[in-house]
């Protein structure tokens, strides 16, 4: 038996990928800019040394790292190169974000002698397990949590946050664009409100980079987190925009890199591909996410004339209060895990909802929140487009959709 014996030449070449909110194909641009850091050979063949090492080789791999925070600090609209913190992951990223920044908030608080009664954090009830798990794990140290329920269309809105805010709240986090539903928050409106109350504001912003414009300091935001794979740079690297002076203690502890925020060797390949995928996001701008909308919007209204499809929120055509790149329904009466392994075997790769958790049998918490019911929350179908989604693509995969009638039996 060889190494690795499932390739992806065990995907055959008519197969159509459209699942790119779980993950997107590797960019060309990112393995160009990796491959100087995955072999010795080339033009510098010590690129692949330690970038904390002192000598000449480290050196090189010190001055590519840094490069690529330059890059990526420019797409994301930070307005310092150390405000991005490279991590393994937006999951880390989340981590760091929701326990470093409440923890050191609080203890900011304590030496000015302003400690809070109980020390309180707010995050929406339709986050990824990134943001809610740790958030549970400050609970279980005694912060109070508050979880933001949404309006059925997926929203939250500064007035509920307004009533959640109190003088003892340290933290607020709220995604920008929800990885199932593909909604967009007023993160700007939402940033100013905490910050009136005197709290700080994460958003987790992996869906929104690459789809629609990102700028942080416009945002007004305190942090944001960041993974390279879904805009199609490598897996396994990710990062933390930090605005300056944003307090946070660090989760992970060793040799202090990352301005001492995330100890360990820092992945100087994944760095490279992520800038570069970055840049390209960037450069393609609104021109792809206009031609994504219309894509998204052409299959909407294509999969309203099939009986067994629900659109599971309003979106209208050409609107910006919903992602361009995802669209989501509920099958009537068949459960997701039957219709994603249906269609596979038709040729199309969907999901029926975020990838994190897609081997669990329990309806999506987003959906759950969001007052839909359990039995209908179970047939969730989600589709999201990217740079390789042809019209032809979603014409076919309608015409696959359209025999989910006979899947019942």
């Known amino acids: 038996m060889t190494l690795f014996a499932t390739s992806i030449n065990d995907v055959s070449s008519d197969y159509t990928y459209l699942d790119y909110a779980a993950s997107a194909p590797l960019l060309p641009e990112a393995a160009a800019a990796m491959a100087p850091f995955l072999s010795c050979e080339g033009d510098n063949p010590n690129a692949w040394a330690n970038p904390n090492s002192l000598h000449r080789s480290g ?172 805009i199609g740079g490598p897996k396994g690297v990710g990062a933390l925009y930090l605005r300056a002076q944003t307090p946070c203690l660090p989760t992970l502890y060793g040799g202090g890199q990352e301005s001492g925020l995330r100890s360990g060797t820092q992945n100087v390949a994944g760095a490279c591909g992520f800038a570069a995928a970055a840049q390209y996001a960037q450069m393609a701008g609104e021109d792809e996410a206009n031609r994504l909308r219309h894509l998204r919007d052409y299959l909407y209204a294509e999969l309203d004339g099939i009986d067994v499809w629900e659109p599971t929120v309003d979106v209208e055509p050409e609107s910006r209060d919903f992602a361009p790149h995802i669209v989501h329904g509920l099958l009537r009466r068949i459960e997701s895990e039957t219709a994603v392994l249906r269609l596979d075997g038709l040729g199309f790769a969907v999901s029926g909802g975020s990838a994190c958790s897609s081997r669990s049998l329990e309806p999506s918490h987003v959906l759950r929140a969001m007052g839909i019911p359990t039995n209908k929350a179970r047939g969730a179908l989600r589709i999201s487009l990217g740079r390789l989604t042809t019209k032809d693509d979603l014409i076919r995969f309608v015409r696959a959709l359209a025999t989910a009638k006979d899947w019942r039996n």
């Not at 549970?136 to 007035?159: C, H, M, N, W």
């Not at 805010?165 to 939402?190: C, F």
């Not at 005197?198 to 987790?204: R, V």
């Open 59 to 230: 050196r090189a791999a010190f001055a590519a790292l840094e490069n690529a925070r330059h890059v990526l600090a420019e797409a994301i609209g930070a307005k310092r190169p150390q405000e991005v913190i490279f991590c393994s992951g937006a999951t880390e990223a989340d981590n760091l974000a929701i326990e470093g920044i409440a923890r050191a908030a609080l203890e900011k608080r304590r030496l000015r002698g302003k400690v809070p009664r109980i020390p309180h954090i707010i995050v929406s009830a339709i986050e990824h397990d990134a943001v809610l798990a740790p958030a549970k794990a400050l609970e279980a140290q005694g912060f109070r949590v508050t979880r933001l329920a949404p309006d059925s269309q997926g929203f939250i809105y500064a007035r509920k946050l307004e009533e959640a805010l109190d003088e003892d709240t340290v933290l607020v986090s709220v995604q920008m664009v929800n990885s199932e539903i593909g909604s967009v928050q007023p993160v700007k409106e939402l940033a100013a409100c905490a910050h009136e109350a005197g709290a700080l504001f994460h958003t987790d912003a992996t869906q929104a980079l690459g789809k629609m414009p990102f700028l942080a300091e416009e945002l007004g935001i305190d942090a944001a987190s960041f993974s390279s794979h879904k």
